[in-house]
C-alpha cells in the first residue's frame, strides 16, 4: 500500500523541477496540485541523491527538494575539480564526476528533484509532514533531512587586506585546475581538504607549498606519506599568512614562521582549506534535537520527531565517522526506517 507501485503513472524519471511562485506545488495524474509523497529529502549533495535512488529502488514517492539551482552539495558548489579519494570502487574520482553519477544512478527510477527552493520550515500534518520552501509547499509522510553543514560558505580569513585580492589568485573555491598550471602555488590548511588539493595540483603547478600554523598537519596518514614522497610539494608547520602583496594580482606571501620570524615568499595563486562556516542552527527552530550543530539520531537515523530521519554531516551519533561513504550507508538506514514506519502505519 501507497509505494509498492510499478514505475508508470507517476512522474517521468529523473524529473528535475525548477519550481517558481507562479506555479507551486506540481500536477499529478489527476490535476492534482499537492499530493502525498512517501518521501521527501532535504538536501541535494551526495547523501540526499544516494538517499533518492534508495526510495526509488524501493517504489517509493519520493521528492528531493535543494535550494540552489542544481543539486551536487559541496562538491558541486565548492569542490567540483576536487579528488575524492573515499568512495569505495574508486581510487580517485572528480567530485563534479561523483555527482554526474550519482544523478545518474537515482535518474533509474521516477523521483523527483526540485532545485532552486530553499525549505523554511516543517509542519506536522494528520498524515505526515508539510514542508514549506520560500515558493511553495509540499505534503509527504516521512522526511529525510540531508542537509550536510547546511549553508557551506568556506571559512575566510576576515582580513580586508588578504581576502581582497579573491579573483584575483586567491581562491576559496576552486573551479579549474588548470588556472594553476605552471605557477608557483600556497595551500592554506592542515586538513584533508588542504591536503587532496595540493595532491591535485602536484602535477600541475611549477612548486607547491602547503602551510599549517600548527606544528603537524592534521590530514590522513595516508595523504601526509604522499604529501612527504612528492618531488615538488613542501610542507611547512608553525607558518601562518600575514599578508599578500601585488597590485593587480598576488606577487608574494608573507608568511610568519615559529611565531618568530616572517618571510616573503614570491608566489602565483593562494588557495585558503580552513574549513567550512556550518549554517545548520535553523534546523533547531524545527524542534530538532541537536548537539552542537549537528542532529541527533538514533541507530535508525530517526531525529527525535516522528518520521523524520537524517542522514550524512549533519547527524551525529556515537561513532560518527564524517566521510561520503558513511553518508551513503546512514541514507540506506534512514530510506529504509522510514519505509518501515510508513507500512507499520498503512498495514
Known sequence: MGFDRGLAGWVHLATVVTETAESPG?????????????????????????????????????????????????????????????????????????????????????????????????????????????????????????????????????????????????????????????????VIGGGDSAADWAMALADIAQDLTMIHRRSSFQCHADSLDKLQNAQNIHLVPNAELQSIEGTDRVTAVRITRDRVRTETWPMDKVIVAIGLVPGTMAFRSWGLEMQGHELKVSSTMATNLPGVYAAGDIVTYPGKVKLIASGFGEAATAVEAARDAIKATLA
Open 26 to 186: 506540481y500536477q499529478n495524474d489527476e490535476g492534482a496540485k499537492n499530493v502525498l509523497d512517501d518521501i521527501i529529502i532535504i538536501g541535494g549533495g551526495p547523501t540526499g541523491l544516494f538517499s533518492l535512488y534508495i526510495a526509488g529502488l524501493h517504489r517509493m514517492k519520493a521528492t528531493l527538494i535543494e535550494k540552489l539551482d542544481r543539486v551536487g552539495g559541496q562538491l558541486e558548489h565548492l569542490y567540483p575539480e576536487k579528488p575524492i579519494y573515499d568512495v569505495g570502487g574508486f581510487p580517485m574520482i572528480r567530485g563534479r564526476e561523483l555527482v554526474e553519477r550519482l544523478a545518474q544512478q537515482a535518474g533509474q527510477y521516477p523521483t523527483r528533484q526540485i532545485t532552486g527552493q530553499a525549505v523554511t520550515g516543517i509542519q506536522q500534518m494528520p498524515e505526515g509532514w508539510r514542508v514549506t520552501t520560500d515558493k511553495a509547499h509540499y505534503d509527504t509522510r516521512c522526511l529525510v533531512i540531508c542537509g550536510g553543514i547546511g549553508d557551506f560558505l568556506p571559512r575566510k580569513f576576515n582580513d580586508p587586506g588578504i581576502d581582497s585580492y579573491e579573483h584575483r589568485g586567491l581562491y576559496y573555491v576552486v573551479d579549474r585546475l588548470e588556472d594553476f598550471r605552471d605557477q608557483r602555488v600556497l
